[in-house]
């Protein structure tokens, strides 16, 4: 069939199966957003702003594993995606991205809404594309899929002119459902030697720890590495990125690690001798003093990523290859081998660790009238019993979610990690409660993060989101206050909100239902209420202690060893 450049597009995403395009028009982009109305094939969520479209996507990408879509005009549109893009970017999560252009002909004379779109996303994309003839354009966007979602995920932009979407310029369409790309083939088969060196390795440790990251999540590898870790009986740790790809409740998962990690998840790293790293890049949160880390360990990194082994810290068994194939393989070779781990030592080595539990860095104070945010997540995980997709936005709210709230599966815990990006929550929600119209879908956020794309209730109204948001309001940039109060001897330059809206009304205003609870002993009824409100979005506004802070903390600078505790977590 024979169609222009924006029924392509339109053709195109509905024969990849897009489910869901979050955008919003400008004239750069208006002959493919007719192409759409006429198409009436791919559902698409209008946001109120851009930033919101790519958050949105990337919150569908997380919670189903497929390719998140959104469509941008020019100039400002592009601009207004890019902290989307770089935040996907950062966490590995495959996004396409369609941005309008000036037409073919007057790119670089400074046209109205121009900016070099290629350029401005270079640093933050996988890869991007300029389409500059419309008969490339079906090709281009199948490339654009194919490598948003293979190898190491991530967003691919792809920049239209306006030209090549014009209705009056018809070609012959026809939909590749498989691409291939002479300089771009990534490894998805581990080395059988290397995957046997790391095995061998594995069962000759003393105190070896499994520690995980978002890549378990992305790769679908939970069941491999759940199978693999039970089987071997070592303990496990994960990255903010990797909570829910090995149950919390599970007695060989240490907890988080890293800066707001788990004691005895950051002692135990620090006391290893042999590091099985899986799908985890080494970020700085995670490693602290890099002079610190891991000092006695021999290292194994599976990831699918070659440039991401050997980075920031080096290996000594590096395995290249798909996560979930590789942990396969280990299990494959373990029921061949007659060697078995060393059982002696491992009951020692667990003897240690259940010492260092003792210490219960997690406990705070309870008894208080004043809500403590721990307390509201940990409220907030009974009352929807472990069934919730959690969002979260950036800054404290976040690392109570992450402590918290118990993630027994993968993909139910959707945050900015690598970029830390306030704003997120919200939008992230939708993309979640549209991927998953019958779940629970919460926001963790606070007063701060959620006013920066509260827009998004707008939203929310016109397509029935009944998403739950759940805002630890402590009248401070919570993060940056406790970092000025550690750092910078008590002085809390601009980290305190002195003008908060009424976030009860401000919901109403949008025809939502708002809450207000300033109690502790409110909390767990407020919480009961907002999700028996199954059609309804709630807003519940949580008064909680002004000055709370996250604890444990590895400060700049410091190992995995020299965390700081809560002053009084011994008295509690």
Known sequence: MELSGAEIIAQFLHDEGVEYLFGYPGGAVLHIYDALLRADSVKHILVRHEQAATHAADGYSRSTGKTGVALVTSGPGMTNAVTGIATAYLDSIPLVVLTGQVPTGVIGSDAFQEVDSVGISRPCVKHNFLVKDVKDLAETLAKAFYVASTGRPGPVVVDIPKDITDPNIKIPYTYQSSIEMRSYNPVTKGHPFQIKKALELMLQAKNPVFYTGGGVVLGNASQSLRSLVRRLNFPITS?????????????????????????????????????????????????????????????????????????????????????????????????????????????????????????????????????????????????????????????????????????????????SGGLGTMGFGLPAAMGVQLAHLDKTVACVTGEGSIQMNIQELATCMQYQLPIKIINLNNRYLGMVRQWQEFFYEGRYAMSYMESIPDFVKLAQSYGHVGMQVDQSADVEEALREAFAMKDKLVFIDFITTREENVYPMIAAGKGQHEMELAPDSELV
Request: aromatic share 10%; net charge negative.
């Open 239 to 415: 990255t903010l990125m990797g909570l829910g790809a090995y149950p919390s409740s599970d007695e060989q998962f240490l907890g988080m690690l890293g800066m707001h990690g788990t004691y005895e998840a950051n002692m135990a790293m620090h006391d290893t001798d042999v590091l099985i790293a899986v799908g985890a890049r080494f970020d700085d949160r995670v490693t602290g003093h890099l002079e610190h880390f891991c000092p006695t360990a021999k290292i194994i990194h599976i990831d699918i990523d070659p440039s991401s082994i050997s980075k920031t810290v080096k290996v000594d068994v590096p395995i290249v290859g798909d996560v979930d194939d590789v942990l396969t393989t280990m299990l494959e070779m373990l029921k061949e081998t007659e060697q078995n781990s060393d059982t002696e030592a491992l009951k020692d080595w667990w003897k240690q660790i259940k010492q260092w539990r003792k210490k219960n860095c997690l406990r705070y104070n309870k008894k208080t009238k004043s809500i403590k945010p721990q307390y509201v997540i940990e409220k907030l995980h009974e009352v929807t019993d472990d069934d919730a997709y959690i969002t979260s936005d950036v800054g404290q709210h976040q690392m109570f979610a992450a402590q918290y709230y118990k993630f027994e599966e993968p993909r139910h815990w959707i945050n």
